[in-house]
Each structure stands twice: as structure tokens, then as C-alpha cells.
């Protein structure tokens, strides 16, 4: 493992995704480099502009472009308002909710934001109902009631403590209703909204370039006039744009070979921020596919992988291995399947797939996604055919496609066994059990779960307190480790690489870790 202390010139720790620490840069005075936009590379394309269809990488720029009722100003842990001036659980039952919007809210077209478009924007994420869309998010909703110009009151059908932080999330992001239809999605590449930033210009795939918006109101100070955003497709590209000074900032994608020559580099022209995250990486498995389908095949491939041996040989120790599908750091983490299938073993899984009467080698077809989680995942998809073809138990085909096709392919239920990575919606449990799990969920793949859906979650959600949620959360992990139909593969860390003249990247990721560029700013202007 490389030493992670003698070369960073700038640290962040996240601790449990709480909090970020501050750790400015000193200004520095004899700066020559011009004021333009800062431009951010990652390897994290939006799928979509609209809001409600998007349960992906898209948040990244949502959160910069849309303002939600409620959001995380740095450092903070809980939501708290942004268009709205406040809102509060109004029963003591966790059943009404009510937000009360800021006075003059605008869109950037100069609308009115008011309490009918919150309600119109909620409304078209459900009636639209995008498969792997945010929907899912709304489980616990009844109905959205408009009070008034200002004030909103959502109803739901159970106790829900989480509630505030699904409306946190960019999926529900406030839109337009003049520009929005409530049956159907947007579809231009044009966006109306009231974020810190309008978008100026996009190109799909290739970059979004973000104004600041001067009639944004709400709790971004935005210490810069303008951010243009570029989409790589590998981590090499990214990086090299970096150092040729094309890029101020890169992340999201950072390929862990790229992270250690950053850290072990003597150029002073660069910094590297780090942070603990709770970003993990998991395989899913098609119910309907005639191999994948079957309890057997996924408990020996459960068996087989050698979590470790990704964690060092393909990410260099940058990640961990994970054997839950809640990381570590977040209340009601388990280690169930390193309980119940210890250390990677062929004769366990031969005797597995033996006893089911199923014929080895098994033909296994893995699909990954070729730009969205950084380059590494090619090698992370070589490395797992390599363990599991090594067991002489399977016969692997891997197959990838870019992001935004291969999106299409698992909602349409193309895909075997595919790859999936999750950065978190909010920073609780609940958050990565729920939306994996119901009839309609973030992979597209049904995964009907009564004991999870029906009592485990409805009983966690009833407490306010989330410390006492554990054993709730600690049943319905024992439920996945026994079904495997999610298997957990590497819980990761967070790096931001910056020019030495940027401060606010260690401040810039929210608790779901995305990145507010409004605190990104050049050391000699602010």
C-alpha cells in the first residue's frame, strides 16, 4: 500500500460522510494565472437533463443547475433549507411534512418558482414513472398539497424520518412547469432551473459550461462567476489534461495507477485531496436469466471472488474489500457474506453448484459499463474472470458499453450478471437497501422482497433516532446475504486532484459526495 500522508499537500477526511473539514489553502499573492471559468474534469456524463429520469450520475450536474427544497451547505450533515425557507415534520407521526418556500423565487427564464411548481415537478417524477427512474424514491409519498404561493405540505402513507433527505436529492430538483410537461420528459439539451449556475452550453459527452446565476436565492455562496465541466472516458486522458493545465480539478474517475503517480509526484503544480466515502462497487444478477437466475450459480460465484485481490491488484489499495451492501462508516453495517462464505474457496463452490445438480463449467456472460466508474473497471471485470475461470467452476464472456446505452440495456433486462457502482442519495442505511430492492427499483431489475419492503424499512423509517434502527437494518442485510442477488464487491475512498492554485475542493463534495463547484475558487480571488 502507498503511503497516503507523505505527499498529500492538502487532506479532507469524511468522516462516516458527516462532515467535510476545512482545510483552505493560504492565499497566495504572486499568482499570474488570468480569472476564467474553472474548468473540472470527470468521467461521470450526465444520462439525462431532466430530473425525472435520472437516478445517476446525472446529480453530479443537477446539483449545480436545479435547486431542490432542501440540500447540504458545507459541512453539513443533515439537509437543510435551500429553496425553501423552512420545513418541518408538522405530526408526531413522521407523516406531514411542510416546507415553506423563500419569498421571490425565480427561474432563470424569469417564471416563478412557487409552491405549485414544487408540487408539479414531484407529481411528473411519478406519473412519468421512468424505469430505474427516481420514482422509487417516492415510495412513502401519498399526495403533495399546495397551501398557498409559498407553502407546501407533502402527505405521506407512512411514518418516513428519511423523508427530508429524499427531497435533498438532485432527483427532485424544481422545475418549470412552462418547460417541463408533466406526462412526458424533457427532451432538448437546454435547461430551465433556479441553481447557483444556469447552464450556458452543453454537449453531450463532452461538457456542460455553467454561468453563476444572479437570481439564485439560497445558501450557496459560489465563489466563482463560472465552472465548465468536461467528460472524459478514462481516467489517462483526464489526468494528462490535468497536468497539460487544461483542467483545474479532476474527479470522480480518478483511476487508482493515476492516484498513486499524484501522490508520489514531486510537481508542486499539483495537489491531492483525500476523504473516506462510502461509494461502493457490486455486481447484480438478472432473476430472469436462465444461469444467473438460479440461487446456486450466485452463491458459487459468492464463493469464488477474492475481494482482496481486486482491491489490491486492480485499485491499488485505494479501495476495500466490502462485504455488505451498507459500507462502513453508516449505522447497521454488517460483514454478512464474509460470515457465511469466509475466504474464497473452489471446493465450496464446486460442492455448491454440485449439490444443485448443475453442470460445470458454468457459461457466464459479465457485463460492465466502459466509461462511467473511470477505466479501472475494465481490469476490475478482467480480474473477476480470471478468479472465477481459475475455479474451473465457470466460463466467463465479458461484455461493456458505454454509460448511457448500457443504462438502457439492464432497465430492458439485457444483461446476465452486470456491474453497478452507488454513490449515496443521502447518508443513511436506508439508502443502500431500498432502492436496490421492490418491484420497481435504481437497476431496473425487480427484486421483490415482502419482509424488507413491507416491515423491515416502514419500522426503520418510523424512528427519528437512526441509532435505533440497527437490528432492522442488520435483518434485511441477512436477507440479501441469503438471496445474493446483490453481491458487494469494494467500498472506495474520495480523491480530488486540483492545480495548486485552487482551493474549496476539500470542502466541494456534499455527504452523498457530490461536488458543489460554487467552492471552487482561484487563490487569488477570494
Known sequence: MFNRIRRLRQVAAIASISSLVAGCGVLSSDSTEEEGAIVVGTTAAPSTLDPAASWDSSWELFRNIYQTLLSYPSGSSAPEPDAAESCQFTDSSNMKYKCEL?????????????AQAVKHSIDRIRKINVNGGPAGLLGSLERVQVLNDREVVFHLNKADATFPFVLATPAMSIVDPEDYPADKLREDDTVVGSGPYTLDSYEEGQQAELVKYDGYRGYSERKNDAVT??????????????????????????????????????????????????????????????????????????????????????????????YSMVPKGLTGHTTGFFDDYG???????????????????????????????????????????????????????????????????????????????????????DNFIAPFVGKQ??????????????????????????????????????????????????????????????????????????????????????
Open 102 to 114: 423563500r419569498d421571490g423565487l425565480k427561474f432563470s427564464d424569469g417564471h416563478t418558482l412557487d
Open 229 to 322: 465541466i468536461r467528460y472524459f472516458q478514462d481516467s489517462p486522458t483526464m489526468v494528462s489534461a490535468l497536468r497539460d493545465k487544461e483542467l483545474d480539478v479532476a474527479f470522480r474517475g480518478l483511476a487508482a495507477d493515476d492516484i498513486v503517480d499524484i501522490q508520489a509526484d514531486d510537481d508542486d503544480h499539483l495537489q491531492l485531496i483525500e476523504g473516506s466515502g462510502t461509494e461502493i462497487n457490486y455486481l447484480v444478477f438478472n432473476p430472469k436469466d436462465p444461469t444467473a437466475g438460479k440461487s446456486a450459480v450466485r452463491k458459487a460465484i459468492a464463493q469464488v471472488v477474492d475481494r482482496p485481490a481486486i482491491a489490491h491488484k486492480v485499485y491499488k489499495d485505494t479501495v476495500e474489500p466490502l
Open 343 to 429: 475466504d474464497p474457496s473452489k471446493a465450496k463452490a464446486g460442492k455448491i453448484l454440485t449439490e444443485a445438480g448443475i453442470t460445470t463449467p458454468v457459461p457466464l456472460e459479465l457485463w460492465y459499463t466502459s466509461d462511467r466508474y473511470g477505466s479501472a473497471t475494465k481490469a476490475e471485470f478482467q480480474e473477476l474472470k480470471s478468479q472465477l475461470e481459475a475455479s474451473g467452476l465457470f466460463e466467463v464472456t465479458l461484455k461493456s458499453r458505454p454509460w448511457k446505452s448500457y443504462v438502457t440495456g439492464y432497465q430492458n433486462g439485457e444483461y446476465p450478471v452486470f456491474g453497478r457502482g452507488w454513490f449515496p442519495d443521502f447518508p443513511d442505511a
Open 441 to 526: 427499483n435504481a437497476l431496473g431489475t425487480p427484486y421483490v422482497t415482502p419482509k424488507i419492503t413491507e416491515t423491515l424499512l416502514p419500522n426503520s423509517r418510523a424512528q427519528s433516532d437512526r441509532a435505533n434502527v440497527v437490528k432492522d437494518f442488520e435483518e434485511a442485510q441477512r436477507i440479501l446475504v441469503e438471496d445474493a442477488r446483490l453481491l458487494p464487491l469494494w467500498q472506495g475512498r474520495q480523491y480530488v486532484a486540483a492545480s495548486a492554485e485552487i482551493s474549496g475542493a476539500e470542502r466541494a463534495l456534499d455527504p452523498s459526495t457530490i461536488m458543489m463547484v460554487g467552492e471552487l475558487y482561484r487563490k487569488t480571488s477570494w
